[in-house]
């Protein structure tokens, strides 16, 4: 029976969170963008230790149950929607097992699980990060050079990893782990891409950069250099064998159809953090929007900002529909790509045409308008730019295989 | 608790409208339009899905209970066959909800058994006025209090199946308020002049009416003397025609996906080519969001919640959706898309509609 009634429990979950984002990251959200690469460890310790107390981490929300639905994934996008309304940057700070956490989730075993995540539950603030991209490829994930050999009781991994979410945070500011994508087969192709759990203080392993970024300026996007670098043998997520020919690609994918509805959350709490301050002015001027008179008597202001709600509304129920799916355990790889496609542009125009709309206050630091439409673009790029999506929807109606549609 | 999935009862009611959808309005749609003229029999075996009496309660003579959602889910079935004739077979509806969601007893229980028949029953509302400010909210067809009476003026077009319609809402600015009028057939004072000739919607029974001193006994104001609920009889049009046109666009994209696969180009088909798997994709995602915006907007009516920014947004959404999936179908089709043996331009034509034209459908 459809309904979009929203859970109570859900609805108990982000009483605190919405106080969080309005007291403790909203006002630090300006603060944050202009000391770049200064650590939000107020707001850290106090999800930290709110996880701690309730047992449900704000960034990967509480473990999947075994089987049957849930609503894990319902849950966190709504949590990271209102987080991301208090400053999306400051939210990717979140500690806990987050994108590293996902990958873990689609790939590894049951004991893997319980060793690499039972660190989420206790003791002080961890995070989890995955190195895919390296400096030559990008949405060609399949074309990673970074290599795993074994040598007896372990992997030996070299290579170069960039654009890690939290890289820093993940492997010098607390005992977390790094998911790193290696080839154990170099010639064969996806087949041989596997994910390989680094824990911090691995020998071998260097952070060697933090970028600086347009937006989302609080959250560490970092270099990783892998120099020989052995882990354990059962670091391997899932078998290591290179049997089924797309099965380390797979894992990779499904845990893009975990973390995309997450993204577009991401991008559509700043959409919405814009459209709501543009209507705050907006009525302080004077100016209302007359919802249900035809567009062509609107003024112009009307029709955009009527437009902008339309498409925000639109971009957050497909979010919800790939969640949702997620959480019935049923195949959700084209709605999340297309939730994906949806919020990416959705916040992209949103936040610009809030600039627009507000001409010089728009433009201003003094608000913090101009910061969204920094913030915002990150979403149309990483996990899976907005392209790679379009060609993920656009394979599964046509029915056309990667070789298929290029 | 969300779901995004129909019940089981509502699926049969979809699998039921999209049979007749494929096999009857869609094999005449295009005759239709040429004709400019609905095949009477197709119409009225559409009566045959039950729809409307299935939305009527028992104590008014049908055998179930409104539900916007499961209106929604079969208006965009119809709609993906024929807009025309998706128009023609639930015109009853123009009347027949209204009443049910605004009427007073007496009228329900008087009017509504009319609805329930075993075959074909049209109904009519008479909302759009033929200038360019057109505003339901805003009429510039007036009634006024006079005595027992209402007299209402004003002129009318684009009114459903107005020759063949026993009753006709008719709605008039009243002391500036939009309000209903239940107006029999042959009532003096209304005259059904010419048919309307517009872009699309060629196949559809669409007219003008002028209303001139047209006397209505106080009694069929909608609603009695309470009046009527206007905001919800919109919402409840807006989210019919957002249906709709995520039925046409959906017929739109599904042709061009099959051709984009079938139409070779430089050695290969056209859909191996990002420049068209780029644009189905676009066509693909924002079908499913209207469709989502369509749903949640209904179940707020159900609901009997506040619907009037969701219902708009969502038609709002939904317009501009439509136009944009059967253009990019006609261009996907190349200058086969222009051309009127394929039937991708008439869905472009038709839905241009939806962004001009209110209150023609409703669930």
């Known amino acids: ?406 | 608790m969300y779901s995004f999935e129909p019940s089981e009862e509502q699926l049969m009611i979809v699998d039921a409208a999209r049979k007749f959808a494929s096999k009857e309005l869609r094999e005449h749609a295009r005759n239709a339009d040429e004709k400019g003229d609905l095949a009477a029999e197709i119409v009225h075996s559409g009566w045959d899905l039950g729809l409307l009496p299935a939305s009527i309660p028992e104590e008014y003579g049908g055998f179930g209970e409104r539900s916007a959602v499961t209106g929604v889910l079969a208006a965009e079935e119809l709609a993906w066959g024929d807009l025309s004739g998706a128009l023609a077979v639930s015109s009853a509806n123009l009347v027949a909800l209204p009443l049910l969601l605004s009427g007073s007893e007496e009228q329900k229980k008087e009017i509504l058994p009319q609805f329930c028949s075993d075959s074909y029953v049209a109904g009519s509302a008479a909302v759009i006025e033929p200038r360019y400010d057109f505003d339901a909210a805003n009429l510039k067809t007036t009634a006024r209090a006079d005595g027992d009476s209402y007299v209402i003026n004003g002129m009318k077009c684009d009114v459903p199946c107005a020759a063949e319609s026993e009753w006709m809402i008719v709605y008039a600015a009243l002391d500036g308020k939009t309000e209903g009028f239940l107006v029999r057939k042959g009532t003096a004072g209304v005259q059904v002049k010419e048919r309307d000739q517009n872009m699309g919607l060629k196949a559809c029974p669409l007219y003008s009416v002028e209303l001139r001193d047209c006397r209505v006994p106080r009694s069929q104001r909608l609603g009695g003397d309470k009046g009527t609920n206007f905001d919800v009889i919109a919402s409840s049009s807006r989210v019919a025609l957002a249906a709709m046109a995520v039925g046409v666009a959906r017929a739109a994209y599904e042709y061009a996906l099959d051709y984009a696969k079938k139409r070779q180009a430089f050695g290969e088909a056209i859909g191996r080519r990002q420049s068209i798997a780029f644009m189905l994709a676009e066509m693909f995602i924002d079908i499913e969001a209207a469709r989502l915006m369509t749903w949640e907007a209904a179940w707020l009516l159900d609901e009997k919640r506040d619907a009037h920014r969701e219902a708009y947004l969502a038609k709002t959404f939904a317009d501009d959706m439509s136009l944009m999936v059967t253009d990019r179908a006609v261009q996907a089709l190349g200058g086969h898309g222009y051309i009127r043996e394929y039937p991708v331009e008439m869905w472009l034509r038709n839905a241009r509609g939806f962004a001009a034209l209110e209150g023609i459908a409703i669930v």
């Open chain 1, 1 to 406: 029976m459809i309904s979009f009634d929203r859970p109570k429990e859900i609805d108990d979950r982000l009483a605190f969170v919405r106080q969080t984002a309005k007291t403790q990251m909203r006002p630090t959200a300006r603060h944050f963008d202009e000391h770049e690469h200064e650590v939000p460890w107020d707001f850290i310790n106090l999800m930290w230790d709110t996880a701690m107390r309730t047992g449900q981490s704000f960034r990967s929300g509480q473990p999947r149950p075994e089987e049957g639905p849930s609503l894990v994934s319902m849950t966190l996008v709504h949590v990271i929607e209102t987080l991301s309304w208090g400053d999306a940057g400051i939210y990717l700070c979140g500690p806990g097992a987050g994108l590293g956490g996902a990958a873990i989730e689609a790939t590894g075993t049951k004991e893997q699980k319980q060793r690499f995540l039972a660190r989420y539950r206790e003791g002080k603030p961890k995070w989890a990060s995955m190195a895919m991209t390296e400096p030559h490829c990008g949405s060609d994930t399949a074309a990673i050079r970074t290599t795993a050999v074994r040598d007896g009781d372990h992997w030996v991994l070299n290579g170069e990893k960039i654009f890690v979410t939290s890289g820093h945070k993940s492997l010098i500011d607390s005992d977390g782990l790094s998911v790193v994508w290696a080839t154990v087969d170099p010639s064969a192709g996806r087949a041989g891409m596997k994910p390989f759990v680094v824990e911090a203080g691995t020998p071998g392993l260097k952070v060697t950069k933090l970028e600086h970024k347009m937006g989302i300026r609080a959250s560490d996007t970092a270099s990783l250099v892998l120099d020989n670098c052995r882990i354990p043998l059962d670091n391997l997520l899932g078998s290591a064998d290179v049997v089924d020919k797309t099965k380390g690609f797979k894992g990779a994918m499904a845990t893009f159809d975990a973390t995309r509805p997450a993204v577009a959350a991401s991008a559509l709490g700043i959409a919405r953090a814009s459209l709501e301050l543009l209507k705050d002015i907006l009525t302080q001027e004077g100016v209302t929007i007359r919802y249900g008179t035809p567009r062509n008597l609107l003024s112009s202001i009307e029709r955009d900002v009527v437009e902008m709600e339309a498409q925000l509304r639109a971009a957050w129920l497909l979010t919800l529909r790939a969640a949702w799916l997620m959480d019935e355990r049923r195949s959700n790889t084209i709605e999340s790509s297309s939730c994906k496609v949806k919020a990416g542009d959705v916040v992209t125009r949103i936040t610009q045409k809030a600039v627009e709309l507000m001409g010089p206050l728009g433009y201003s630091r003094k608000l913090l308008l101009e910061k969204w439409m920094r913030d915002a673009k990150i979403n149309d790029l990483f996990e899976g730019t907005g392209q790679i999506n379009r060609l993920i929807v656009a394979r599964r109606i046509l029915g056309y295989s990667s070789q298929e549609l290029k």
